[in-house]
């Protein structure tokens, strides 16, 4: 399977501790985004790569949250001094490009449910 | 628009019957809409979109209405099957200004009874 994987699909942690959570994009996507599900929720906007650079980071709700994506493929959210209200299903997704006209459809990984105790 | 509470919206349908989906966008100047499939522990599965200069677009037995006027969007999906039964969402984009990032609406819970 060639989709967007993304690890650990579950992570339980305490409350205050530090997550990383990793995305794999589809092979050649240049585009990569991060999403959260809250229960019972569509999926939230948190930031948005085009290659190396985060092109929209509007979503990412404090300075909590951190993502990188060095070599413009495989991404990793940070989240520190993680509290309760994080827990959710961070949903990754990959697109040929992004907001180009053509095939920029985001294709979403399966999620890590993240549940901070 | 905002996703609101815990409890979705539900279609429930019989297996072999036409479903439509319905769903309110919240920014007029959003020209891409998709809907995306969800099952229960996946994520989001693209099943197909819509540029704002088209009203109407089919795929394989989905076809999605656009309606500017009102702003309101639907999926119409024919001959619906059991594997059809998940949480469909709606989502919106403003390419120009907003680049990638799709504002989802709530979803609506489909369950086809066999």
Redesign the interface.
Known sequence: GAG?SQTPSNKVTEKGKYVELRCDPISGHT?L?W?RQS???????LI?F?GTGA??D??LPNDRFFAVRPEGSVSTLKIQRTERGDSAVY?C?S?LQ??IRGT????????TRLTVL | GESVGLHLPTLSVQEGDNSIINCAYSNSASDYFIWYKQESGKGPQFIIDIRSNMDKRQGQRVTVLLNKTVKHLSLQIAATQPGDSAVYFCAENIRKDQGGKLIFGQGTELSVKP
């Not at chain 1, 920029?104 to 999620?111: K, L, S």
Request: net charge negative; glycine share 16%.
């Open positions: 967007v585009a985004y999403y229960l019972g929720q569509g999926p939230e906007f948005y085009q092109a929209d509007s979503g949903l997704a697109s992004a907001a920029d459809t985001q294709y979403f990984g399966p999620g």
